[in-house]
């Protein structure tokens, strides 16, 4: 019996596999509009072409913008989750992990996934089909956060009743910095990543 060729191994593909991965390309496709188009000139048309589908096949997957732009929600959250756990798992017992983990954060803040998302959360303001998907991955960071903290960072005696609020200080600062991008002074980045580096909770 010979070998199966991939033409043979395409065909082997189920109907529920083929239809994943479609809808897999059209939320990746979706993603890289976000982020190189922005929300506001992102568009169905050039979410299908740069997937390499047709509009047909965009629309018997995604009917309606809004369904597909509410799927790319959690598909980008679980990209960014996976990066996240990722990168978290790098963190050792060594005295610097504060300083690596402002370092992650930070690299994390300023990647193209990113870019996607504050897109997302910028248009879940005002459109507000996004709202629902978008504050419910939040959510889902957030908790994921916490647990990290708490097996990473475990409370000090006498620390602060605001102790378990310092991740999300320290994501929301980075994120903030992020945003402001090119027009943030650099000089003053560096103080503040220090400054998160070495402050006494």
């Not at 979410?47 to 980008?76: C, D």
């Not at 600062?173 to 090119?182: F, H, I, R, S, V």
């Amino acid at each position: 019996m010979g070998a199966s060729s991939p033409s043979n191994f395409k065909q082997r593909l189920t109907q529920d596999e083929k239809t994943a991965e479609t809808r897999r390309r059209l939320l990746d496709a979706a993603i890289a509009c976000l982020i190189d188009r922005g929300y506001a000139n992102t568009t169905t048309s050039e979410i299908a072409e740069r997937a390499g589908l047709s509009r047909g096949a965009q629309l018997y997957h995604f009917p309606k913008k809004e369904e597909l732009l509410t799927n790319a929600v959690e598909h980008l959250f679980q990209l960014k989750f996976g990066e996240i756990k990722e990168k978290v798992s790098r963190l050792t017992s060594e005295n610097d992990r504060r300083a690596m983990a402002i370092d992650m954060l930070w690299e994390v803040a300023n990647n193209r996934l990113t870019t996607a998302w504050i897109e997302l959360v910028v248009a879940s303001r005002t459109d507000s089909y996004l709202q629902k998907s978008v504050s419910a991955a939040n959510d889902r960071v957030s908790e994921f956060i916490n647990q990290s903290f708490q097996e990473l960072f475990p409370r000090p005696d006498g620390a602060s009743v605001f102790y378990d609020l310092i991740p999300h200080i320290v994501c929301l600062t980075l994120e903030g910095m992020a945003l402001e991008g090119m027009t943030l002074n650099s000089e003053l980045t560096t103080k503040i990543l220090a400054a998160l580096k070495t402050f006494k909770p």
